[in-house]
């Protein structure tokens, strides 16, 4: 059973019939927004999520150096956290971007949910983060986000938007679940870099 935090973060028709949930990861993912370029990167990310972090790492170091890290540094100082805000990382992953957090703050300080609509990407980051941060992670669509309005301190998407089905509709509904005056960083690779 989701925990108290996400499901008082939920749309109120997911809090009166709460979805099913799958190894700990709440399943909100409608059918309908499995189409298009969504579908398309929904199997991929689901064949590619055991081995994307060696892959990621390896192939973005031999290209790049350290620029990448530098960069998911640099983006993650800009956010505004504080210990026990609430953060919503759509499009998740496995997570990676957690480690790029400012020094001065604790990723088992923030109180995390993680979107994606790949469940082996989740999957993988639950693996790898379940134990150290307060996570907890929802299948669905960027398109399609299953919580409240002005639900959460701090929202962020790195390096996926260009594969989303409807781009406009996903930076939608990102304002739509930030509380006022949230500073949302949506962040992605260009064809130079």
Known sequence: ??????TNKLKPEFRTSPPAEENGILMCLDDAQVQGDNAKYMKFYNRMATVYDLGERWLGRLSYGDKIAQMRRQFMKELEWFPGCSALYVSIGTGTDLRYLPDDIEVSAIDWTGADISLGMLKKCQKIWGGRANLNLVNCAAEDLP???QSFDVVLHVGGINFFSDKKRAIEEMIRVAK???KIMIADETSDY
């Open 147 to 149: 919580f409240a309005d």
């Open 180 to 182: 006022p005056g949230t």
């Open 1 to 6: 059973m989701a925990n108290t935090n996400l």
